[in-house]
């Protein structure tokens, strides 16, 4: 019998949220980068004052996601779902696919983001619609974002009632919203709201995919169990 991997809350969690600002509807930790707080900035419009820089600078060290031509990184700006393929298929270090025909009506293979869809798709990362489409273009809403967020840790889902005030337990996205609360990955409003309907934007993406990194169980890259033991 396979033992299932899940999340553990450790003191590693307090000092990564040293770095957090809370910003409702929800917030993440940080990943803990202090030495590199100091270094010049990277988007034009995100100082090394922004609550968000730590979360921007991670990724973007790990060439996880990357800014426009004008120098910008728009941290309230939308993400696509083709633009979520490309993220996590090369979060987790997935060859995009580039052989077999087109699962989607409307992903060809001259797609930009074709191959990426592809593995995210047989990697179970993310799935069409009951039409045969992908709707590579559709802006993704603060639910689907962070079920794919979840699916990308390779953590259980928790087993706790986590009270939501706007997601019952029967909405389709419950199970990995509570655990990503339960997890501390994500803060309820004061209200106790998740707002799943609420446009995800690349701010809360820079935030939710750092903390996937170091906490989820697939992802992290230390040994968050007992004491710290950080990879070289």
């Given amino acids: 019998m396979k033992t299932a991997k899940i999340w553990r809350i450790t003191p590693i969690l307090a000092l990564l949220c040293l770095l957090i600002v809370i910003v409702a509807p929800a917030a993440f930790a940080a990943p803990v980068d202090a030495e590199n707080l100091d270094k010049p900035i990277i988007f034009k419009d995100i100082s090394n004052q922004d609550a968000l820089y730590p979360f921007v600078r991670f990724l973007s060290e ?22 979520m393929a490309a993220i996590v298929v090369k979060t ?15 992903v060809s293979k001259d797609h930009w983001a074709y191959g990426a869809i592809e593995s995210a798709l047989d990697s179970n990362l ?14 993704l809403s603060r639910a689907e974002a962070l079920t794919i967020l979840i699916k990308l840790s390779g953590g259980a889902f928790t087993d706790k009632a986590v009270q939501i005030n706007d997601l ?53 890259e230390a040994d968050l169990t007992g004491r710290l033991t950080v990879k070289t």
């Fill in 62 to 83: 790990k060439a996880l996601i990357q800014g426009f031509p004008d120098g910008s990184f728009k941290p309230e700006g939308m993400v696509t779902r083709a633009e």
């Fill in 168 to 220: 019952d337990s029967g909405h389709w996205a419950y199970k990995s919203v509570a655990t990503a609360v339960d997890a501390g990955i994500v803060s309820l409003s004061s209200k106790g709201m998740f707002n799943p309907e609420v446009i995800f934007q690349r701010g809360d993406l820079a935030r939710g995919l750092s903390s996937v990194i170091n906490l989820g169980p697939a992802l992290r």
């Fill in 92 to 106: 987790k270090n997935i060859s995009p696919k580039t052989e077999g025909n087109p699962s989607f009506s409307d």
């Fill in 126 to 139: 993310l799935q069409g619609y009951p039409d045969g489409t992908f709707m590579p273009d559709r802006v």
